[in-house]
């Protein structure tokens, strides 16, 4: 095998994957992973509730992987402004796209613009101290709807219902609690347009719900219908089977008088975000099956009084410069991972993660997507012009053009600054959240890293 050099854009869990593979597969690659952010791991860092340091438990894999020999981390490079893929094309054998999805998926709903409705993923990125987000958040309502029946839609029920102080044994930096300490909430109301054995948590998130002695889990039957398409779904599934038992025992279970409740309201479909210039309320439309596991409306309505609506329906990618776009399905158009632009394959380009197959699936399941995008590039290799350039070339142009760009060693050195900060107030981490400051901490000395922790 001829020296490889690849270059892949986004050092998320699909991107760090990709890179980890292919150094695997052949022995003389050598890649460069690319993000946009200062930090690495993507969703894993900006994407997961704080209170879930289990999931993020993935960060140490990821850093075994990047922290290898022949890969080399480069961060607060922003793929269509401070590069293209022209120059990326003149200076690697071949370029792997993992960019993720940040976006929120809209919702095609009356008033759903209004004052006081949100995007989940911008609350996601607000409380998980995403440097490009504002810094605070409004949290003036006391009753609030989320509409979803996935696991982000839990988090943010969960963010929303549990006290602030519960969240300082978490990373969330100072802003976030200050924020969460201000918030008004009392009720959150989760809608699903579907029944127990359709939704999309998964078993042990769910579970975590009521995890909080400040939080009443309140479920009633209205909604808790089962016809035979979900009978067979909890049948052919453990987890659906776990989720379903653990809605029952929410059912079941009295409440206990916390000052915070989350109500889940199974079989309604929202159809109008009410209210003038503000949200003052939600109209949903009781749904009943058809037989075939699907619903439909019944033409009896209802109206909640919510101050604040947030759509949890899915994350959605954003189109990337110079590369084509499926607006309907918010990826790019491939096969097995090659790029494929007016019908055929664009040379030396691919793709993985959610920006390939669409923002579903858990972390795991990008391992196998990422296997199949470097077959695919490594069985292209002979055929792929070698570059003119080499990456070490193409940095010295980025920072001759001002791209204050980031190398692994300074990662190591901002996490290891909030490693310190954390555990001057007894906690793993406390995050840092402006890409200046970022920057700093992670070029700053021994010296001056432990006097500012």
Do not use: C
Request: net charge negative.
């Amino acid at each position: 095998m001829r020296p490889v050099k690849v270059a892949v854009i986004g050092a998320g869990p699909a991107g760090i994957y990709a890179a980890d593979i292919l150094t695997k597969e052949h022995e003389s690659a050598t890649v460069d992973v690319y993000d946009r952010l200062p930090a690495p791991y993507g969703l894993v860092r900006y994407g997961v509730a704080p209170d879930h340091p289990r999931i993020k438990e993935i960060v140490k894999a990821l850093r075994r992987v990047l922290s290898g020999d022949r890969l080399r981390f480069i961060g607060n490079v922003d793929f269509g402004t401070d590069i293209t893929f022209e120059q990326l094309r003149k200076h690697y054998d071949a370029v792997v796209f993992a960019t993720g999805a940040m976006a929120d998926r809209p919702l095609d709903i009356p008033g759903i613009d209004k004052k006081g409705s949100h995007g989940a993923a911008d609350f996601v990125s607000w409380y998980d101290g995403h440097p490009d987000v504002p810094r605070e958040w409004p949290l003036d309502a006391e009753s609030v709807a989320v509409i979803g029946a996935g696991n982000v839609a839990l988090d943010v029920a969960r963010m929303l219902a549990k006290p602030a102080d519960e969240q300082l044994t978490t990373e969330i930096p100072a802003n976030v609690y200050e924020g969460l300490k201000a918030n008004r909430v009392k009720d959150v109301h989760v809608f699903a347009r579907r029944g127990p054995a359709h939704l999309k948590f998964s078993p042990m998130e769910f579970r975590e719900l009521s995890h909080s002695p400040s939080v009443d889990v309140v479920m009633t039957e209205e909604g808790f219908e089962i016809d035979d398409a979900g009978q067979a779904a909890i049948q052919a599934a453990k987890s659906t089977k776990l989720v379903v038992d653990t809605l029952l025992k929410y059912l079941e279970k009295e409440p206990t008088g916390a000052p915070h409740r989350i109500h889940l309201h199974l079989m309604q479909a929202p159809v109008e975000v009410l209210g003038d210039e503000s949200v003052t309320g939600l109209r949903t439309e009781v749904m009943q099956y058809n037989g075939d596991g699907t619903v439909s409306g019944t033409g009896e309505f209802k109206e909640w009084d919510v101050q604040a609506v947030y759509r949890a329906v899915g994350y959605l990618s954003s189109p990337l410069e110079g590369l084509p776009f499926d607006h309907a399905t918010g990826t790019i158009p491939h096969e097995a991972g090659r790029v494929i632009e007016d019908g055929a394959p664009k040379e030396a380009a691919y793709v993985t993660g959610w920006i390939k197959r669409g923002p579903v699936g858990l972390i795991g399941h990008t391992k196998s997507d990422a296997k199949e995008t470097i077959e695919s590039l490594m069985a292209d290799l002979e055929a792929l012009p070698a570059p003119a350039g080499s990456p070490d070339e193409l940095l010295a142009e980025l920072r001759a053009a001002g791209v204050d760009l980031t190398l692994f060693d300074e990662w190591e050195r901002l996490d290891a600054h909030e490693m310190a900060l954390g555990e001057a107030e007894g906690r793993e981490r406390i995050k840092v959240v402006s890409r200046e400051d970022m920057i700093a901490a992670g070029r700053a000395t021994a010296a001056e890293a432990a006097a500012t922790a």
